[in-house]
């Protein structure tokens, strides 16, 4: 694979005599419309996360405390964890943040699937191989489909009692065929006592 490489010291002569040989025909050609209007000066690169990007400011078991960057004073945090399939591709994502008076829904979950699932059968969230609860989804994107769920009081008491909970979606090639993610429960209630509380209204 390395005799494939270009040795360092032959880009570096290309690179001296690209401008050796511009010399040679524009008679030292210095205006911006030369070769120097074709070299990148870069940009700045901040030390942290750029403003609208995502990051993590704490890990909780298997979940992430993951947060919006904003001018804000205090950045927007919701509990975060990607689900993989059983050859290890990331496939979906559930993030989770609790609400302040949200009357029966404790807590709202954004789940984010990929896009080729079948949206009329719907999502099942179910806890150490209970029924579980089946979900609508709200609308499709070009990152996914996404489900905006509630979540009750007893949906967050299994979750912080489970030990696993498992998503599952029908693949819509393949309406006969279920997909199972399982969704790890380690860390949840560290997590979740430490997301935001957003306003229901």
Same mark, same amino acid.
């Given at each position: ?31 911006? #419309? %030369? ?8 940009? @700045?690169? *901040?030390?942290?996360? &750029?403003? !609208? ?7 909780f078991g298997d979940w992430d405390l993951a947060c919006i960057k904003t001018n804000a004073e205090e950045d927007p945090c919701s509990m ?50 209970? #029924? %579980? ?8 994107? @070009?990152? *996914?489909?996404?489900? &905006?769920? !509630? ?16 998503l599952t979606i029908v693949p819509a090639p393949a309406p006969d065929q279920l997909v199972q993610l399982p969704m790890s429960l380690t ?15």
């Amino acid at each position: 694979m390395l005799k494939h490489l270009i040795p360092l010291s032959t880009i570096t002569l290309l690179a001296l005599a690209a401008p050796l040989a511009a010399q040679d025909t524009t008679e030292q050609d210095t205006s911006d #419309s %030369g070769a120097a209007a074709q070299l990148d000066l870069g940009q @700045p690169v *901040g030390d942290g996360p &750029q403003l !609208g990007e995502r990051y993590s400011k704490e890990q909780f078991g298997d979940w992430d405390l993951a947060c919006i960057k904003t001018n804000a004073e205090e950045d927007p945090c919701s509990m975060l964890q990607v689900l993989s399939d059983d050859q290890g591709n990331p496939t979906a994502e559930v993030s989770i943040f609790r609400l302040e008076g949200g009357g029966q829904a404790v807590a709202g979950g954004t789940i984010v699937v990929p896009l080729e699932t079948l949206l009329t059968a719907q999502v099942t969230v179910a806890v150490d191989g209970g #029924s %579980g609860k089946r979900y609508n989804f709200s609308f499709c994107n @070009p990152l *996914g489909c996404i489900a &905006q769920v !509630g979540f009750t009081e007893e949906d967050i008491t299994a979750f912080r009692r489970g030990n696993a909970a498992t998503l599952t979606i029908v693949p819509a090639p393949a309406p006969d065929q279920l997909v199972q993610l399982p969704m790890s429960l380690t860390g949840f209630t560290a997590a979740y006592d430490a997301v935001d509380v957003v306003p229901a209204n």
